[in-house]
């Protein structure tokens, strides 16, 4: 598309009279994997690479050749000061800093983080301007999210027996998270053939009637198929539907409902029904409908403790049955919002991971695992583990993996990686002392390049059952003495040659030193040699695993051809 632009149509004019500054920064951002923008000259021209586009939504591809100032019209009064600084000679830095774009036709609540860099022609004089950015809406959501959750799954059994209170205590914390719930209505039903009714409601206009129209409908489909519907057109049914207090971007009206059946584990038909409003400024996508849904899970569990108790029917069998359900529910939470924070990896062939969290948990925690494409047919291969848990380990986690993953699609070398991930580090609040493995393959050789950031050694175990610890590249975690150099190792790997990446979790056993728990693994890695990578994958979590890990877990196996 940049060959085939009409660039004379442009304030930039043809590609002929281009000057070797401009076609310098336009290289490095068209041949980057990293999203980049380039805005050039007084008309702030745009011109961006592939990854960038995305971003644009709608507005690609006739953004191209454009100026910004146009193109991005509804988030320019927040982008103008810093072009102005840029242009004054000083580059800026925003972290997941909150745009409310309509790149898709309608307010959207969008989170970035970028930096604007000014390109600087020979003389000095700035001509341009590069914006390195990467959108972490996901991020931010998925982190918001699990903190409604973690709230949602630290309320106390209802020992009051008052089923209305437990759903109106429940109801109370989505209050606190109306960007994501703007409303939230609890329908209950005594029994198979009672209409439901309205026990607890949050964020509802005042006078506004739900006994009739498209939501009670959508109940009662709901809980006659255990199917979770979708309401729309509410904000012509219900004009004025939590408007108010219920996004960042400003009011607007709810157009769209979730109705989720509540459903007991081990019940055959729910007790009821939960509907949530959908925020007008977000995509109603897969994980906002798993929020919503893992949401529901929790009030369901909620509605069913009180009824268990007022009726007082709970029995030794029924109360493990359900304590065994809140643990699967922790878990589900946990392995769901940790996947939402890696984000989706698509294997290369050869490859096989696992995430598990720690038993009983609702928190996430800060280890991670990360697969790169290399440009030259090559992988990266990063495990890492961030000091300690919940949302604060989670976040830094996030922008290690992101800066890891940039640094790794730029260099070949672990360890100049490793030591760009010390400064980044340094500057990040909670990152230093991470651990870190990083390690680039080459499939067609067979040969592996690593550097380890006071990680546990990868092992690697041969066809004929010869174990070896990679260890040669071992330093300090991250951030720990600054302007140490870091170390690597290089090996070749023969065919049919095993490798594993982990964290400690996998390992460590109470009461045991890790070199016993290293050769455990060590062990289930020789046993299962000629297996493939998803089976070798499950053999290590059923035999090193089978009791509940105390600790988070991730690995990475690689079988070389």
Request: charged share 20%.
């Amino acid at each position: 598309m940049v060959l085939e632009h009409d660039w004379a149509a442009t304030p930039l004019g043809p590609p002929e009279n281009w000057s070797a500054t401009f076609r310098t920064a336009l290289s490095t951002a068209l041949n980057s994997r990293f999203p980049f923008l380039l805005m050039w000259g007084p008309d702030l021209v745009m011109v961006y690479n592939d990854d960038y586009a995305p971003m644009l939504g709608a507005r690609h591809p006739s953004a191209l050749g454009r100026s910004a100032r146009d193109v991005w019209a509804d988030i320019w009064p927040a982008l103008e000061p810093m072009v102005q600084e840029v242009f004054a000679g000083r580059p800026t830095y925003s972290e997941d800093l909150l745009l409310v774009m309509t790149r898709n036709g309608w307010e959207e609540e969008t989170y970035f983080s970028f930096s604007f860099s000014p390109v600087v022609e020979p003389g000095g004089r700035v001509v341009g301007l590069l914006d390195t950015v990467v959108e972490t809406t996901h991020r931010v959501l998925a982190a918001r999210r699990l903190g409604v959750l973690q709230q949602l799954g630290s309320l106390p059994r209802a020992s009051h027996g008052d089923t209305t209170e437990a759903v109106a205590t429940a109801l109370g914390i989505l209050a606190e998270a109306r960007s994501d719930c703007p409303f939230g209505v609890v329908y209950l039903t005594e029994d198979d053939d009672a209409e439901p009714r309205l026990v607890a409601a949050q964020g509802l206009g005042a006078g506004l009637d739900l006994t009739a129209g498209p939501i009670p409908e959508h109940v009662r489909r709901a809980m006659a198929t255990g199917e979770i519907q979708t309401v729309t057109g509410l904000a012509s049914h219900l004009p004025g539907l939590a408007t108010h207090g219920a996004s960042p971007v400003g009011p607007a009206d709810v157009d769209t409902a979730v109705v989720l059946p509540l459903t007991a584990a081990g019940a055959e038909q729910p007790v009821g029904a939960l509907v949530l409003g959908a925020s007008p400024h977000l995509p109603l996508d897969e994980d906002y409908r798993i929020f919503m849904s893992l949401a529901a899970g929790q009030v369901a569990a909620t509605v069913t403790d009180a009824q268990a108790v007022a009726r007082e029917r709970r029995r030794a069998e029924e109360r493990a049955r359900s304590e065994r359900a809140r643990a699967q529910f922790f878990t589900d939470v946990a392995v769901t919002l940790q996947r939402a924070v890696l984000g989706p990896t698509v294997l290369p062939a050869g490859f096989a991971v696992h995430y598990e969290p720690a038993t009983g948990t609702l928190e996430v925690g800060g280890d991670w695992y990360d697969v790169v494409d290399m440009p030259d047919g090559g992988y990266g291969v990063v495990v890492g583990d961030v000091v300690g848990r919940g949302l604060p380990a989670a976040a830094v986690m996030g922008q290690l993996r992101s800066a890891g993953r940039a640094l790794l699609l730029e260099s070949r070398s672990p360890g100049h990686v490793l030591s760009a991930l010390d400064r980044f580090a340094a500057l990040v609040p909670g990152a230093a002392v991470s651990t870190v493995f990083c390690a680039v393959i080459d499939p067609r050789s067979g040969s592996i390049r690593y550097s380890s950031a006071g990680h546990p050694p990868a092992l690697l175990v041969q066809a004929d059952g010869t174990v070896r610890q990679l260890e040669d590249g071992s330093a300090l975690p991250l951030a720990v003495d600054d302007g140490a150099e870091r170390p690597e190792g290089e090996l070749r790997m023969p065919p049919g040659s095993t490798l594993l990446l982990y964290t400690d979790g996998l390992i460590e056993r109470r009461d045991e030193a890790l070199d016993e728990g290293i050769s455990r693994a060590a062990e289930a890695l020789v046993e299962g040699r000629h297996l493939g990578p998803a089976e070798l994958g499950a053999l290590l979590t059923e035999r090193l695993l089978g009791d509940a890990p105390d600790d988070d877990v991730a690995f990475v196996l690689f079988r070389c051809g």
